[in-house]
């Protein structure tokens, strides 16, 4: 683990390197960016409101003018642009992703390294439960607790966000215990240093990375289990386009409008794909074990 | 990873392709039309005729039992375990049985039996959920062997109907091997006996070879449980399944496309509706409701959405209910009149108007007519919830209600009574409107056995949910089956499926 | 060790009756089913009558109470939709899910395994990114799309396959693909993590001096010590097939656990879903305690430090 940053301005080769390191995934990251900035400007990039319906218009292919106006991807089955729902689904799809993933690594990495930290009852009580919400299936838990709570993006990140903490919280568990192992920590605990001091100087820079690892694979896992959550119907809610709904949705007109599904699936595809494939070249790098 | 291991799990896997290939081909191309296979949505959820109510398992029960009556194609009430009957007075009914009914274990169907199926589903400890169907039967007593007396109370004038839902279990099987027994294995009169069922996967029937009426065409018949629709559809278009259940327009389109398959399509007894609060929110004021049912499109909808399939409704029930008046107009189709209604009525684009709804409904629709109600100005916001969700809501206290919901109607009786007095009458959990007028009219009509004097009620209550405007009308449901083209089957308006009335043409 | 092993069953049978609690009382917050179970026309009062009859009309601690009663005595109770004994309904699904899950082990196995030991073999070179990508096409999709997919293609326009339930042994291939593709990739990269670490190992440079092949070196060892982290993980990923096999079941009509419970959380079958929380609890617990066992064993300094 390094404990000096090596900056590109004190060391030249750096940057090359760098972006020699990246080439590989070069792809990934630009399609993985696409999608991120079509998530941030989507009012302006949208060609149409993704919301307006028009009966008359339902099930138009790709490339079909009605009344002037004109669907680029075609029209969903109530006469929606898709373009324009593919646009703010991105938005819907990666905000649900992000906050749920940010919300349980705040839990997880909280309860993980305090129960780390302090031993003793805190360490049962905090793993315990922490098995107990491990040991439901995370996608029962979310409809059961969707059942009680009602659907909606607001509930479904809360949701996904109370059922996956507890990975973040035996990993920060494990990588806590062993950060405190090391000598230098021992050290600066016998000089003294408060507990608050310790975690947050010593114990998290050190778990980070660990962290980062789960949160890279859950990201990609979180925008699939809300397009799961939405085919089961207890996603976001109409007409919020998200592309799971959509999804799930175009499922049913594979054989009339096969262009419902097939777009939001390419796009769900493309932007699982790259943050898989980015998060196992952080995974490479931060893990220690990666033989690099 | 060296080249020979390579090779040999090179080998292992051309093994196992030419393995599956072997099963593939082995495997039975398409049965025998002696198999008639459904794909339904759920599997039954029971097979005792009395401990549920669900359309996936009446599907099935309704051909392992007899009911005391039933409905022709055509939707009339007809005889079954009940030959005849006669009114002895207001409240007492006699039922004539026919004489040669056995059950499945070769003993006899008695009075005895009917009078054990009644008092067993009216039973409070019993917990059946039917019982609110025939709680209005307070005695049962057998006069003779073939000759049933059924004491109401009051005039019942929606006894005949409800009976036709009534299965006769048998007696002496039933109190022998008890209800959970009785429920895994049950036994009846019907055309088809119960052969076993492979929970989650399919059940299975066989022919009554000894059945006294018809007899079906099929040797055997298999109820298999999909939930998904897409795979329903998968299921019909490659051979697996023989009719599906629950399918939608845009469904019913994708398989007009296939050559070997066919849509089947009825009006059935369920009328889709728009339920608005009058008591409490914006929705108070006469003049949103008006507005709101001004809004709405329905021949946009159903050209639209239905494919045509479904017919416009302008009052709360279908041509096939008893009760049913020609000649409302309804509230035609007039944004603009819908818009000025809401400008007199003060209503803006602030005004917080929910929509809730559930998964069960059809969602295209909800948006639909959230679409033309922004479209005149009227801000509905959706609310999601599951089905159990929405069942709570719709019948909870007009405070906790909102302001409107989608929904369909249908009380399998085919009967004004199981319709309007549920939705309309101040005392029903589910209604949203106070109107005493409404409710002497509709409390007449449930006390006279006149089919004149019930129509007449009837109509004035038509005429006050027209001026009133408790809910708006949209549709009649048409219900859309899938099935083989050599299926012959004619769908009934009450949604029933007798195995016995399905046909195969070669 | 034993004082730890009991230590930890003791947390392990508490922390099995704090899920079964937990689930408890979260459905109930979401209401009782006798509203689902009734037709349309059913009026208030008899809307009461039968939540009387349930009992669902007592205090949540009475009920409670009576189900942890019932729970001492092995008693799951009966599901309220289908009126016979949930053991009953448990145990003959559960053999569906198991199957489902071994199929898509198999597969995620047959496929992650090779896969992620040729990654490492042929680490840097365009195979491995290749490989890479492909097992992560398998994460990368919804299961209820990639089923659809295979559906249509293999049942609908080939015509090889079901289309859907239980048909004898040809129908698990496809929902085993489905259900499988989605941890392929774990497995490939835990694999391929294994393998890298043993290459860099002395006993690799000493063997090959020696003369071994490197086929003989994989085979002989490597892949003997890979083997713990390996089956560390697939006690993991067990639990997360049981768990990703709900939407894999619903689309292809597989009779299993995963269907049910969401159909019976949607209608509200209180006993049903307690049993299948219960089952998976228990399995989940169970595996859980086995993996930290093993990494105790693995891993010294966790041993070590202040296991009081």
């Known amino acids: ?292 | ?506 | 060790m034993g004082r730890f092993l009991l230590k930890r069953l003791v947390q392990s049978a508490i922390a099995i009756l704090g899920t079964v609690t937990l689930i408890f009382f979260i459905q109930r917050l979401a209401g009782d089913p006798t509203l689902l179970m009734l037709p349309e026309g059913a009026t208030r009062e008899d809307i009461e009558i039968l939540r009387h009859q349930l009992g669902f009309d007592r205090p949540l601690i009475v009920q409670y109470l009576e189900y942890i009663a019932q729970l001492a005595h092995f008693d799951l109770g009966q599901s309220l939709v289908q009126r016979v004994p949930v053991a009953d309904i448990i145990a003959a699904r559960l053999p569906y899910t198991l199957c489902l899950a071994a199929g898509a082990l198999l597969v995620a196995v047959g496929v992650g395994l090779p896969a992620g030991i040729l990654m490492a073999v042929r680490r840097g070179s365009a195979l491995e990114r290749a490989l890479m990508a492909l097992v992560l096409v398998g994460q990368s999709m919804p299961t209820f799309w990639s089923g659809i997919l295979l559906i249509m293609l293999f049942a609908v326009t080939l015509g090889i396959m079901p289309s859907s339930g239980v048909d004898g042994v040809r129908s698990v291939v496809l929902p085993a693909i489905a259900l499988g593709a989605l941890t392929m990739a774990t497995y490939a990269r835990v694999a391929r993590t294994a393998v890298l670490e043993e290459l860099e190992r002395d006993y690799v440079s000493t063997a090959r001096a020696k003369g071994l092949s490197f086929r003989r070196v994989v085979t002989r060892h490597i892949l003997r010590n890979a083997a713990t982290p390996i089956i560390t993980i697939s006690a993991l990923e067990i639990a997360n097939l049981l768990a990703g096999a709900v939407i894999v079941e619903t689309v292809f009509a597989w009779p299993g656990l995963g269907q049910l419970a969401v159909q019976s959380i949607a209608a509200r079958d209180f006993p049903i879903v307690q049993a299948i929380v219960l089952l998976s609890a228990f399995v989940s617990i169970a595996l859980n305690l086995v993996a930290d066992l093993l990494y105790s064993v693995v891993d010294p300094r966790i041993r070590l430090e202040g296991r009081a």
């Not at chain 1, 090359?16 to 990251?29: H, S, T, V, W």
């Not at chain 2, 109820?223 to 559809?233: E, G, I, K, M, N």
Request: proline content about 6%; aromatic content about 8%.
């Open chain 2, 1 to 506: 990873m060296g080249k020979m291991q390579r090779r040999t799990r090179l080998r292992l896997l051309g093994l196992g392709i030419l393995g599956l290939a072997a099963t593939v081909l082995a495997g039975p191309a398409n049965a025998a039309k002696d198999v008639l296979v459904i794909d339904l949505v759920q599997e039954p959820s029971s097979l005792d005729p009395h401990v549920q109510w669900n359309p996936d398992s009446y599907f099935v029960y309704r051909n392992i039992f007899d009911n005391m009556l039933t409905r022709d194609n055509d939707g009339k009430i007809v005889p079954q375990v009940a030959a005849a009957w006669r009114q002895v007075d207001d409240s007492t009914t006699e039922f004539t049985l026919r004489g040669d009914i056995k059950f499945h274990d070769g003993s006899a169907l008695t009075a005895d039996d009917v009078v054990f199926s009644v008092k067993r589903i009216t039973d409070a400890a019993f917990k059946s959920p039917q019982r609110d169907q025939f709680n209005k039967i307070v005695d049962a007593t057998a006069v003779s062997p073939t000759v049933v007396r059924l004491k109401t109370e009051g005039p019942y004038p929606v006894l005949l109907a409800q009976l036709t839902k009534l299965s006769i279990v048998p007696k002496a099987y039933v109190t022998q091997v008890g209800n959970e027994r009785f429920n895994q294995a049950p036994l009846g009169s019907g055309p088809y006996k119960f052969i076993s069922i492979q929970r989650g996967v399919k059940t299975t029937l066989a022919r009554n070879d000894a059945y006294w009426g018809d007899k079906g065409l099929f040797a055997t018949a298999e109820f298999h449980a999909v939930p998904d629709p897409a795979t329903r559809v998968a299921d019909l278009r490659s051979g697996k399944a023989d009719l599906i259940v629950t399918i939608n327009a845009d469904i019913a389109d994708e398989l007009k496309k296939d050559g070997k398959v066919k849509v089947l399509s009825v009006l059935s007894e369920r009328v889709a509706y728009f339920h608005l609060n009058s008591l409490a929110g914006p929705t108070k004021d006469l003049k949103v409701r008006r507005a709101i049912a001004h809004a709405i499109d329905r021949q946009g909808i159903i050209d639209g959405l239905m494919h045509g399939y479904d017919k416009p409704a302008t009052i709360m029930l279908a041509p096939v209910h008893v009760g049913y008046v020609e000649g409302f107009k309804g509230h035609a189709y007039d944004p603009a009149k819908a818009k000025a209604l809401l400008k007199e009525a003060g209503i803006t684009p602030q005004t917080p108007f929910t929509l809730f709804t559930a998964p069960t409904f059809d969602q295209r629709v909800v948006q639909a007519i959230q679409q033309m109600l922004i479209d005149v100005g009227i801000n509905a916001t959706i609310t999601t919830s599951d089905f159990a969700g929405w069942l709570k809501r719709a019948q909870s206290s007009p405070a906790e209600f909102g302001e409107m919901t989608f929904s369909r109607w249908s009380c399998g009786c085919q009967d004004a009574d199981g319709v309007l007095f549920p939705l309309y009458h101040s005392s029903s959990q589910w209604a949203k409107s106070n109107d005493p007028a409404m409710d002497k009219e509709l409390e007449a009509a449930r006390a006279s056995l006149d089919p004149a004097v019930r129509l007449a009620h009837y109509r004035r209550v038509h005429e006050i949910a027209e001026a009133t405007v408790p809910l708006v009308p949209l549709y009649q449901v048409a219900i859309l089956y899938g099935a083989r083209k050599e299926l012959r089957w004619t769908p009934t308006p009450n949604e029933s499926f007798f195995i016995n009335r399905v046909g195969w043409q070669d």
């Open chain 1, 1 to 292: 683990m390094t404990t000096a940053d090596v900056t590109p301005a004190a060391d030249p080769g750096a940057l090359a390197r760098m972006a020699r390191e990246l080439r590989p995934i070069a792809p990934f990251l630009v399609i993985f960016l696409c999608f991120a900035l079509l998530a941030l400007l989507a009012s302006a990039i949208a060609p149409y409101n993704p919301n307006t319906q028009n009966l008359l218009a339902r099930l138009k292919p790709p490339g079909t003018a009605v009344r002037g106006i004109f669907y680029l991807l075609g029209t969903d089955e109530v006469g929606r642009d898709l373009l324009s729902r593919l646009i703010f689904g991105a938005r819907v799809s990666l905000s649900v992703a992000m906050l749920s993933v940010c919300v349980s690594t705040l839990i997880g990495t909280l309860l993980g390294t305090i129960a780390g930290f302090y031993r003793g009852a805190t360490e049962i009580i905090i793993m315990r439960f922490t098995d107990i919400v491990l040991s439901i299936p995370a996608i029962l838990l979310a409809i059961i607790t969707i059942a009680v709570l009602g659907p909606g993006l607001q509930n479904v990140v809360l949701v996904l966000g109370f059922t996956r903490w507890p990975r973040y919280a035996r990993v920060a568990y494990g990588q806590t215990l062993a950060a405190m192992g090391l000598t230098f920590m021992r050290a600066s605990a016998f000089n003294g240093a408060s507990a608050p001091r310790l975690i947050l100087r010593h114990v998290l820079p050190n778990i980070a990375g660990a962290i980062i690892v789960v949160a890279t694979l859950e990201f990609g896992l979180m925008v699939l289990f809300e397009a799961g959550l939405s085919f089961l119907g207890l996603g976001v809610q109409p007409p919020t386009p998200s592309w799971g709904s959509m999804l799930s949705v175009g499922r049913n007109y594979m054989g009339t409008a096969w262009w419902i599904a097939t777009f939001p699936g390419i796009c769900l595809f493309l932007l699982v794909l790259s943050i898989n494939v980015i998060g196992d070249r952080l995974r490479d790098r931060l893990d220690p074990r990666s033989g690099r």
